[in-house]
């Protein structure tokens, strides 16, 4: 599961500076639901082959009492609960300040990895104003310029040391491995009733696990034969022998349980349309390359003319997404669970597919007498021949020449065509084209 990094200090001092460089400028997802006075950012970060979660946070005054300060304090003390690590950013130019006093002093009492970003200190790596950092009783710190990325890889690597790195992330796939499926959506749209509803009256065989650090549950279950681990990200929690789901949102939990899922069921709420909220998720989901099934719940409390305003909806703001079965239920009622369950097993079972290359190559050399790439200038792209690249999300790789001049709309043409024959559905499909060298090239 990926480790969490939380950016805390106060206003000014470069956080989001930080944060656009460790995620490379990747747009972060935002929490946005009702209650948020300032958002915290939410967002994606590579290190080589490791990959991260960073949380940009507003600035911080633990002492605040009232107003809005308080509210950012409360996200804040929020986004350091959520995470793993925490690097600390000060304002080497500034100096210190009675309010970084105030910080060191709540995050020693946190228990968490705390690291000490020296910030603005480009030129400054042996500068006799970082001693008085020590003053924090935090450790060293580490001189960074976000700016200009100086340190920001130290310093990162510094903070994900104590985290194991799974190398076998991308190992051949168990046919009796049972499917990982993450429940995702808004906060009260239903996911704790769905589950209750799934443990209690599926007659499910579930038990709880030990979670990680991070207190995620992974619940096993079976039904009619077929193996399901369900990844919580309702806050489910274990009470006596009775399964009590709390409905607490934590967009961190969503993230890792989409990361480690092979399906995820993006629930949305009939009676509120699709959010913003919901774009962003199901847009995590499609970058993750997880399979989807959407479901709308508490179908049953809207009308005929909200249903098709809905519908409208989810065609519009979720167009991304429409290769994904559409289904309509009522987690409280118990009504159209059934078709939920089949969809998923179609799903995960197109995520894995298996698609032979002969196969693969015959439907391109067909597609291409169909319809050929258009040609760009002198250069008129030869699509040779293809095979499968990789497995949840199937990935199909075509070889041949001057194929970066392949069209985003031709290469919508190929997907609709492998997708047809080999009858994918829920699941995202990438191509990617490679490009025969040529040896005259350099002559």
């Known amino acids: 599961m990926k480790p969490v990094i939380a950016l805390v200090g106060r206003p000014n001092v470069g956080k989001s500076t930080l944060f656009n460089r460790m995620t490379k400028s990747r747009d972060a997802i935002v929490a946005d639901f009702a209650g948020l006075t300032r958002d915290r950012h939410y967002g994606d970060g590579h290190l080589g082959d490791r990959e991260f979660i960073v949380i940009d946070?507003?600035?911080?005054?633990?002492?605040?009492?009232?107003?809005?300060?308080?509210?950012?304090a409360k996200q804040t003390r929020q986004a350091v609960?959520?995470?793993d690590a925490v690097i600390f950013v000060v304002d080497v130019r500034g100096g210190l300040s009675a309010q970084?006093?105030?910080?060191?002093?709540?995050?020693?009492?946190?228990?968490?990895?705390?690291?000490?970003?020296?910030?603005?200190?480009?030129?400054?790596?042996?500068?006799p104003l970082l001693g008085e950092f020590y003053e924090l009783g935090l450790g060293a710190p580490h001189p960074v310029s976000a700016a200009h990325g100086q340190g920001v890889r130290s310093l990162t690597e510094a903070a994900l040391v104590d985290f194991p790195f799974d190398e076998d992330e991308e190992a051949e796939v168990d046919p009796d491995a049972p499917i990982r499926l993450a429940v995702a959506g808004r906060p009260n749209v239903g996911k704790s009733t769905l589950i209750n509803t799934w443990l209690g009256e599926e007659r499910l065989v579930a038990f709880d696990l030990p979670g990680t650090?991070?207190?995620?549950?992974?619940?096993?279950?079976e039904r009619h034969g077929q193996k399901f681990e369900l990844i919580d990200t309702a806050g489910l929690r274990r009470k006596g022998r009775v399964f009590e789901a709390i409905e607490k949102f934590s967009v961190v939990k969503t993230l890792q349980a989409i990361a480690d899922a092979n399906v995820v069921l993006l629930l949305l709420d009939a009676?509120?349309?699709?959010?913003?909220?919901?774009a962003h998720i199901a847009g995590y989901i499609l970058d993750s390359?997880?399979?989807?099934v959407l479901a709308v719940n508490k179908w049953d409390a809207v009308d005929d003319y909200q249903k098709q305003l809905l519908q409208r909806s989810i065609e519009q703001r979720l167009a991304f997404l429409k290769f994904a079965p559409l289904l309509h239920i009522s987690a409280k009622k118990r009504q159209g669970l059934g078709p939920v369950w089949k969809a998923i097993a179609d799903a995960h079972a197109s995520a894995t597919r298996k698609m032979p290359t002969p196969v693969l190559t015959r439907l391109l050399h067909e597609a291409v007498e169909h319809q050929a790439p258009k040609r760009a200038g002198m250069f008129r792209p030869k699509l040779r021949y293809a095979h499968q690249g990789g497995m949840n999300p199937p990935i199909i790789v075509i070889h041949g020449n001057s194929l970066d001049h392949v069209t985003d709309s031709y290469k919508r043409f190929l997907e609709g065509r492998f997708r047809d024959h080999f009858k994918l559905i829920g699941t995202p499909l990438r191509i990617e084209m490679r490009s025969s060298r040529n040896p005259f090239d350099e002559k």
Do not use: C, W, Y
């Open 57 to 72: 946070t507003g600035g911080f005054e633990p002492t605040a009492e009232s107003g809005i300060v308080k509210e950012m």
């Open 81 to 83: 609960a959520e995470a």
């Open 271 to 278: 009676t509120q349309g699709v959010t913003d909220q919901d």
């Open 100 to 127: 970084d006093h105030d910080i060191a002093r709540f995050l020693r009492t946190t228990g968490k990895k705390i690291l000490l970003a020296a910030n603005k200190a480009e030129g400054m790596t042996d500068s």
């Open 213 to 221: 650090t991070r207190d995620a549950i992974h619940v096993p279950f």
């Open 289 to 292: 390359g997880r399979a989807v």
